[in-house]
């Protein structure tokens, strides 16, 4: 099964750009990255999701190299309301090879 | 509001009773997944099902299993409970079997095995 590797936690502060970046070296050909967003007590919310070189919405951008064994997920001037645990995911291609994995705990400071 | 809604919100029961949780869909959503959050494992991907039929399973217990029924909603099924299943179960859904559809998670029921 493929694995995601990211960083356990990160800190920021507010109005700062705050990137993860997450490994993903045994992606197959038809993964998708995606993105989710979680907060305690709160079911895992999509963020954003790409293939490759760049996507960006309203809430975040994800970045691709060429060979897409990692990402980038970029979240412009956060807010204290970004403190959350983040989930990279590939291994789309089947639901029984999702892996959530423990994503990374990123806390904002006034 | 994801549109996927789950029931219970909270479960307290003992050891070797069974319990059912419920999960209604995004309308319009076809498929329906459950999951599994431990304090110490992260979510655990245990099945999913596409108007009505499995389509995969993962690391799902024998003693645990689940359905969906023609209005789409789906019931998890959990017997012989151990303390180990205190969790949080999560029903998410999606549009269609393409699995790089994103999810969409209801909140979640938290069970608690005294």
């Known amino acids: 099964l493929a694995k995601t590797t990211q960083p356990i936690s990160m800190d920021s502060y507010e109005g700062q750009e705050v990137n993860i970046t997450c490994s993903h070296n045994n992606i197959a050909t038809n993964d998708y990255i995606t993105w989710y967003q979680q907060f305690p007590s709160q079911g895992p919310r999509f963020i954003i999701q790409?293939?490759?070189t760049k996507v960006t919405n309203e809430v975040a951008s994800l970045f691709i190299p060429a060979d897409r064994k990692s990402s980038t997920l970029s979240l412009p001037r956060v807010s204290l309301s970004d403190t959350a645990v983040y989930y990279c995911l590939s291994s789309y291609s089947s639901a029984s090879k999702i892996i959530f994995g423990s994503g990374t705990r990123l806390s904002i400071r006034p | 509001d994801s549109g996927v809604t789950q029931t219970p919100k909270h479960l307290i029961t003992a050891t070797g009773q069974r319990v059912t949780l419920r999960c209604s869909p995004r309308s319009g959503d076809l498929s329906v997944y459950w999951y599994q959050q431990s304090l110490d494992q992260g979510l655990q991907f245990l099945i999913q099902y596409y108007n009505g039929e499995e389509r995969a399973k993962g690391n799902i217990l024998e003693r645990f299993s689940a359905q969906q029924f023609p209005d789409l909603h789906s019931e998890l099924n959990l017997s012989s409970l151990e303390l180990g299943d205190s969790a949080l179960y999560f029903c998410a859904s999606s549009a269609g079997t393409g699995n790089v559809e994103p999810q969409h998670f209801g909140d979640g029921t938290r069970l608690s095995i005294l």
């Open positions: 790409g293939y490759k």
